[in-house]
């Protein structure tokens, strides 16, 4: 199956720019996903990129994706305190519509 | 809104219960999923669904079973809790169409196994 990783802690000051950065094994993946988890609550879809593309922008969000090297990263501008939170990467394979979630960054944004 | 509701956000069982967990999904989705969450292991798949009685094993099945006889309801069976099931338990709900496989979350049951 597929492998997704990503590094587990990243810490910003409020207004820098964030990026957390995602490796995936599977290339057949048809789409990738960024979902953010806020404290106590379950995931949510912040954004994704279809896999014939190299970058989406979305508002302060922009994703981009090296397939070659089976990156994938996510960046925030801008980041604010409410841009805390797990941020999991995923891919989508082996059909039925599942979808291999990363282990997760932890975002802590100090004011 | 597509809401996924969880019975339970916190539940205390001792070993070797029997122990239910509930998920119900008002928007008609075919795929329902049940997770679960550890620090450092990010969501790991235990079994799906794709249809009314129909389940599959995801990653990691051991230890637990499945029902769904209602499309709305997917339920999750730890027949015999033990202590290295205690985590946070998150399901999840798709549609089988319309292009991404955007992932619905409940907002999780913490279980805690003693």
């Known amino acids: 199956g597929e492998d997704v990783e990503q590094s587990l802690f990243l810490s910003v000051r409020e207004g820098d720019s964030s990026v957390i950065n995602c490796t995936y094994t599977d290339s057949s993946s048809t789409y990738l996903y960024w979902y953010k988890q806020e404290p106590g609550a379950g995931l949510q879809l912040l954004t994704y990129?279809?896999?014939?593309?190299d970058m989406k922008q979305d508002q302060r969000l922009t994703v981009l994706l090296n397939k070659k090297d089976k990156h994938l990263s996510l960046r925030i501008a801008d980041t604010q305190t409410g841009d805390s939170a797990i941020y999991f990467c995923?891919?989508?394979?082996?059909?039925?519509?599942?979808?291999?979630f990363g282990t997760g960054t932890k975002l802590q944004v100090i004011p | 809104d597509v809401k996924v509701t969880q019975s339970s956000r916190y539940l205390v069982k001792r070993t070797g219960e029997k122990v239910f967990l509930e998920c119900v999904q008002d928007?008609?989705?075919?795929?329902m999923f049940w997770y679960r969450q550890d620090p450092g292991l990010g969501l790991r798949l235990i079994y799906f669904?794709?249809?009314?009685?129909?389940?599959e094993k995801g990653d990691i099945p051991e230890g637990y079973s499945v029902s769904r006889e209602k499309k709305e309801r997917f339920s999750l069976i730890l027949e015999s809790a033990s202590t290295n099931q205690t985590s946070m338990y998150l399901c999840?709900?798709?549609?089988?169409?319309?292009?991404?496989?955007?992932?619905?979350f409940g907002p999780g049951t913490r279980l805690t196994v003693t």
């Open positions: 995923a891919g989508d394979s082996g059909g039925y519509q599942k979808v291999t």
């Open positions: 999840a709900s798709s549609l089988s169409r319309g292009g991404t496989y955007e992932q619905y």
């Open positions: 990129i279809f896999s014939n593309m």
């Open positions: 928007m008609d989705h075919e795929n």
């Open positions: 669904s794709y249809d009314v009685k129909m389940k």
